[in-house]
């Protein structure tokens, strides 16, 4: 996948930093520990002599038998460092630099290749720099308020009630399992039901999960890919890549955006190709199936149709009546 060069240098800095504060740790580590216990001090100065004259008697003709006298040597200090720092208490590794990654020591690469810890970090500030305008720590489940949903029937479909508190269970159920291959949403209803609030709780269950959730309403998501598409450099088509690989891509307010034949194919585009990876999608809307199907056109609502389980939000705008509320 291509990322911004932005993203890059922004992962290569924060490794940098890690190797520096890895570094400067151990210093401050050495530091105290020989202040407190020069033996520390006297036996990693003559481990370092013992690697030298091990280098020197390795290229002297007859050094074989002074080398094996020498390893010797070199084993006993690592043992009695072993064992004085194991009577302090602390772990094998105290006087190494305490990397983030150990396998590639914060240099992000190992064999020439990109480390994962590398491949972690632009991932995650990729869905960061994309999320960075989304409202997510607003909304979770513990603050969405069933009480704004009547409870009134009219004797021939359950209240707004009982029906918000299903889709309320069955989204908190969603967000507690989810996972990479859980189910497509369609959250349709009109403006101000909780779709987007619901949306978001789900959102932020999953990224603290660890998951890759790419969260925007569909105008600005489209418009930003419309953007890469005509522009050259790095950059071009990183933000649909992404909605095309993430774990979880939740496309809000679907119908808002500017409709154009171009909106209609790049959603198609990424309906099809998450369903072809098995990845989920939460799409919401204001369109009803009949708008969707003169939007989009039949192949984009017959795939909402077959792949995604429809959630129908009820009620009376609960944006609305927080106004009234607030206003007594
Ligand atoms: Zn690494």
């Known amino acids: 996948m291509a990322y911004s060069n932005e993203i890059y240098q922004y992962a290569r800095d924060v490794l940098a930093q890690r190797r520096q504060k890895a570094v400067q740790t151990l210093l401050e580590r050495r530091q105290e520990l020989y202040l407190r216990f020069p033996r520390f ?11 030298m004259a091990a280098v020197r ?10 080398l094996d006298e020498i390893r010797q040597v070199n084993l006993d200090l690592q043992e009695e460092r072993r064992q004085m720092l194991s009577s302090l208490g602390l772990p094998q590794d105290y006087l190494s630099e305490p990397y983030v990654c150990p396998l590639c020591k914060d240099e992000g690469f190992v064999d020439g290749k990109r480390c994962a810890c590398f491949e972690k970090l632009v991932r995650e500030e990729s869905f960061r720099r994309l999320n960075r ?28 009630f009982e029906q918000m508190k299903k889709i ?24 101000g039901l909780g779709k987007t609030h619901l949306s978001l709780a789900i959102a932020k ?43 979880l891509l939740i496309l809000d307010d679907l119908g808002a955006e500017f409709a154009t034949n171009f909106t209609a194919a790049t959603i198609y585009q990424i309906m099809n190709s998450r369903l072809n990876k098995g990845l989920p999608t939460i799409i919401s809307t204001n ?15 017959s795939r909402v149709i077959v792949s995604y389980v429809p959630l129908f939000f009820t ?3 609960v944006r609305q009546q927080k106004m009234t509320r607030n206003m007594k």
């Open 205 to 247: 269950a999953a990224i603290q999960k660890g998951f890759g959730v790419i969260y925007g309403s569909a105008p600005d998501l489209l418009a930003q890919i419309e953007k890469e598409r005509f522009s050259r450099g790095d950059s071009a088509n990183q933000t649909l890549d992404l909605m095309l690989d993430c774990d």
């Open 133 to 160: 305008l989304s409202p997510l720590s607003l909304s979770d489940f513990d603050n969405f308020d069933l009480s704004y949903y009547s409870s009134v029937s009219d004797g021939t479909a359950p209240s707004a």
């Open 57 to 66: 008697a390795a290229m002297s003709p007859n050094g074989k038998e002074k």
């Open 315 to 317: 009620g009376q705008d």
């Open 168 to 191: 309320y269970q069955y989204c908190k159920r969603y967000a507690e399992n989810f996972s990479s291959h859980s189910a497509n949403l369609l959250m349709s209803g009109r403006t």
């Open 287 to 301: 369109l009803s199936y009949q708008e969707m199907l003169k939007n989009y056109g039949e192949r984009v609502s």
């Open 41 to 51: 001090e006297e036996i990693e100065a003559q481990l370092r002599l013992t690697g």
